[in-house]
């Protein structure tokens, strides 16, 4: 029995300790195109106590770790490049306060965006979160990991722009906080210092994020869905220009996938709206559809596909359903509201290339500042030709997304090397430096941003 | 390509102009009615190829058993009046295309139970009054092989239903079904009017789900427990094609003991639920929409309605939220009389 797994269980418990293969098996796994990678150890802290206790056992062994939340990224950013120690962070799930006046809650990042969910709907109906599409077992840490969006990408931006605090275990395994809580008791402001943008979105490499202070927002009494269509795909950033001008939608997405039929070469333009009562929805409806958009209707080159229609959250993709087997992965990338277009055609040629029906998605973020754009490939998991194919089309896509300026967001590990490969020397340099000042011995997540 | 038996003569002859004289969405007196007719006879456009809204009404009021409703639909296309954006229309086009593999065909003797594109509500169809009937469209992936296309007047596009139809048609006879009941009278309405106006064969006989309810609760008369309550019936605009079957909503009422709610909008004067105008690009629409479905469910509540029943899945969709939010509750015709019979409704 090993040194490291006996200081492990000793840290967790032997319940929360495991180097056995079928348990490891588990956790060499995701749900995208990524080959199995294994793991030595896995443990699940259940407090930053224990967590630090591990990260300073791996960093006097020098050991990889890595830590994972729900593990639904999809491109390999919580598989261990280098063996080592992967942190199942799950347990670390408490609801550590919810302050409804000052709407924001305090949370462990471990926590599922499917447990805050329940849990506000449950105890504080007229509060919500930005819930990402995700499953609803993707965690908060793991999102902010990756500077995920939400539901409420349109009003309020990026979830790491709804963060009024953090905690985080540094590399070195000691505890660092940002924001109000760092001065005093409260967890309500992240501005101004001391804040330090260094462990949103860097896939764990500089730190594990342990507490978060989440915004919360309104959460109206009733919301709705409603659709509308255009075919020409130049027509959907002035759509979502108009719409955003009126600041009324909650999450504002453009769609276009070649399966099911009626959604194929058209682009559908989901509009979020919420209202306290019917009177407020048909302010909206009216502004929205008689209004802003009534240019399209008239001419005949837009049209409402429906209204009124209830949505679940959080809305997930259905695209892995597209072929046999069940798999999919996306590339999304943060590309300005005006590539929609391009970003569309080019996608549905690399789809068109490799014998996959094309799916594409466009999130705003902000008042149109930007989009989370996603190129969806499905493949059978049985069958290792349409897994190649779906890796190509993720690795020309990576390139594309280059090629129209764009950013890739949550690169997998291929297109990390391509965006460092463009960085900006200054910013390449200064990533250099934070990163071997935080992690001297280089055990965090790594291969993940290895700018070093 | 088949054509539409549409005899001019009979407007020629007509001393009602119904058609357009009693429709609901176009203020039109008879002298109007009679010149805006007798241009769509003469192949010439008219205003009312941009005002109307679809409804199907007009086939129903036409006393002659002409079509004025087909016809307006196919000049609508012939102008290119075509009543929806064109997104909606390629979008609507493309529903109707298979895309999950091929139905297996497997004989049916027997009557058939069509479950048309709504395969997803075969757990309406069970208990008593279902059980010596086979179905047919029950896999969800299949459905659009049996999709009667009759849809497509909404979108005034009377050659895709021409083009397609008569696929469907075979895949249904492949069955070597010889009756046919259709769970959604729209399917119905493609059998028995739709088809023999154009002259398209149809080799299987078709049965109304409502007259096919009526037969069978006859057979289980005794077992029917009245229910008392007050019911209001939200006639789709199918029914319109086969209005010699709508008086077997009143004698199903009577059968399962419910009374049926005193209404401004009913039988011929009935209120569409308002789907397809919603989108249409006559300036207006939306609210429209908005507006008669409002009417329609305050004349529910008016009238003290405590249940209203359906018999198309499309005005399910639209209107069973906004009745069930005052206080109405929405089933399917079908489930009600399975509740009359002692069953659970779906
Ligand atoms: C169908 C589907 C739809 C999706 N839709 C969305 C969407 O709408 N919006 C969106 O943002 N994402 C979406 N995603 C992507 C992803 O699932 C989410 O972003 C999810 O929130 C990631 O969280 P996770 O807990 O699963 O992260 P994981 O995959 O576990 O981890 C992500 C990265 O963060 C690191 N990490 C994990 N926890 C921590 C921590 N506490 N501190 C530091 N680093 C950490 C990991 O090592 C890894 O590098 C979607 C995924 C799927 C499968
Ligand atoms: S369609 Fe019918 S109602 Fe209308 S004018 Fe002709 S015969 Fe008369
Ligand atoms: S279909 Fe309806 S709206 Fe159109 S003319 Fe006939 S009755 Fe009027």
Redo the contacts with the bound molecule.
């Keep these: 029995m090993s040194s490291i797994y006996q200081a492990l269980v000793k840290i967790v418990g032997a319940d929360y300790a495991s180097d056995r293969k079928e348990e490891l098996f588990t956790y060499s796994k995701d749900l995208g195109t990524s080959e199995p990678l294994w793991p030595e150890y896995v443990v699940a802290p259940k407090t930053t106590e224990e967590l630090q206790e591990i990260v300073r056992l791996a960093n006097e062994k020098k050991v990889a770790i890595v830590p994972l939340g729900g593990g639904m990224t999809l491109a390999g950013l919580a598989l261990p490049q280098q063996g080592g120690i992967t942190i199942d962070l799950k347990r670390m799930d408490r609801i550590i306060e919810v302050n409804e006046q000052s709407r924001y809650m305090v949370v462990e990042a471990g926590i599922s965006h499917g447990k805050i969910t329940s849990y506000l709907h449950k105890h504080h109906p007229n509060l919500m979160h930005s819930e990402p599409g995700a499953p609803p077992a993707a965690t908060v840490g793991g999102n902010l990991a990756i500077h995920g969006q939400g539901d409420l990408a349109h009003p309020y931006g990026f979830n790491s722009d709804m963060v009024n605090g953090l905690e985080v275990v540094l590399p070195t395994g000691e505890i660092a906080r940002f924001g109000s809580c760092a001065v005093g008791s409260g967890w309500f402001t992240m501005h101004p210092l001391p804040d330090i943008g260094l462990f949103l979105g860097w896939n764990g490499t500089t730190g594990i994020i342990t507490k978060v202070s989440m915004k919360l927002y309104p959460n109206k009494k009733i919301r709705e869905n409603n659709l509308f269509v255009v075919e020409k795909e130049e027509f959907v950033p002035d759509v979502l220009f108009e719409i955003s001008h009126l600041g009324m939608a909650e999450d504002l997405i453009a769609t276009s996938s070649e399966i099911p039929p009626m959604m194929n070469r058209l682009h559908y333009v989901s509009i979020m709206i919420s209202g306290d009562s019917e009177e407020e929805m048909e302010f909206k409806r009216h502004l929205t559809f008689d209004v802003q958009l009534s240019k399209y209707i008239r001419s005949g080159v837009g049209g409402i596909a429906s209204v009124s229609q209830e949505r679940s959250r959080p809305q997930v993709s259905k695209s892995s359903d597209w072929k046999k087997g069940g798999g999919f992965e996306y590339v999304g990338a943060i590309v300005p509201v005006t590539s929609y277009p391009e970003c569309y055609r080019r996608g549905a040629e690399i789809s068109g290339r490799h014998d996959i029906p094309y799916t594409v998605l466009g999130r705003v973020i902000g008042s149109c500042h930007s989009m989370m754009f996603s190129w969806s490939y499905a493949f059978n998991r049985a069958d290792d030709l349409t897994v190649k194919h779906a890796r190509d089309a993720l690795h020309e896509t990576d390139e594309l997304v280059m090629e129209i300026n764009g950013t890739i967001w949550k690169p997998a590990i291929f297109g990390q090397k391509l965006m460092m490969d463009r960085m900006d020397p200054g910013a390449l340099r200064l990533m250099k430096e934070v990163k071997k000042l935080l992690d001297p011995n280089g055990i965090m997540n790594p291969g993940n941003w290895e700018v070093i | 390509m088949y054509e539409l038996k549409f005899d001019p003569d009979?407007?020629l002859a007509?001393d009602?102009?119904?058609?357009?004289v009693k429709c609901q969405h176009m203020d039109i007196d008879q002298e109007t009615a009679?010149t805006e007719?007798l241009k769509l006879c003469d192949g010439e456009s008219s205003f009312v190829l941009q005002d109307c809204v679809t409804c199907y009404a007009c086939e129903e009021?036409?006393?002659?058993g002409?079509h004025?409703f087909y016809l307006i639909v196919q000049k609508q296309e012939e102008f290119n009046l075509l009543p929806l954006p064109d997104p909606l229309v390629k979008s609507g086009i493309q529903v109707g295309i298979p895309f999950r593999g091929e139905p297996e065909i497997q004989e049916i003797t027997g009557t058939a139970l069509n479950m048309g594109v709504f395969s997803q509500l075969a757990s309406r169809v069970e208990g008593r009054l279902f059980e010596n009937l086979t179905i047919m469209s029950g896999d969800s992936r299949k459905m659009f092989h049996y999709f009667c296309q009759l849809m497509y007047l909404h979108y005034g596009k009377t050659s895709v239903i021409n083009e397609r139809l008569d696929k469907i048609i075979q895949t249904i006879a492949a069955h070597k079904v010889k009756e046919v009941v259709h769970f959604h009278d729209e399917c119905f309405g493609t059998y028995t009017s739709y088809a023999p106006a154009f002259g398209i064969e149809v080799p299987f006989k078709s049965i109304h789900l409502f007259e096919y309810l009526y037969n069978k609760l006859l057979e289980l008369r005794d077992d029917i427990k009245p229910l008392g309550y007050k019911v209001a019936y939200q006639r789709p605009c199918s029914s319109r094609l086969s209005p010699d079957k709508h008086p077997f909503v009143a004698k199903i009422f009577d059968l399962i003991g419910v009374e049926a709610a005193d209404r401004e909008y009913v039988d011929e004067n009935a209120m569409c639920c308002g789907a397809t105008i919603l989108g249409q690009k006559k300036e207006g629409s939306r609210k429209y929409c908005a507006e008669i479905q409002k009417k329609n469910i305050d004349d529910m509540k008016k009238a003290g309605a405590q249940i209203c029943v359906f018999n198309c899945p499309a005005c399910m969709q639209t209107l069973g939220m906004p009745v069930s939010k005052q206080g109405i509750m929405p089933l399917f015709l079908s489930d009600l009389c399975r509740l009359a019979i002692g069953e659970n409704a779906a």
Excluded: E, Q, T
């Design positions: 009979l407007c007509c009602s102009n119904a058609c357009l009679r007719i009021y036409c006393p002659n002409n004025p």
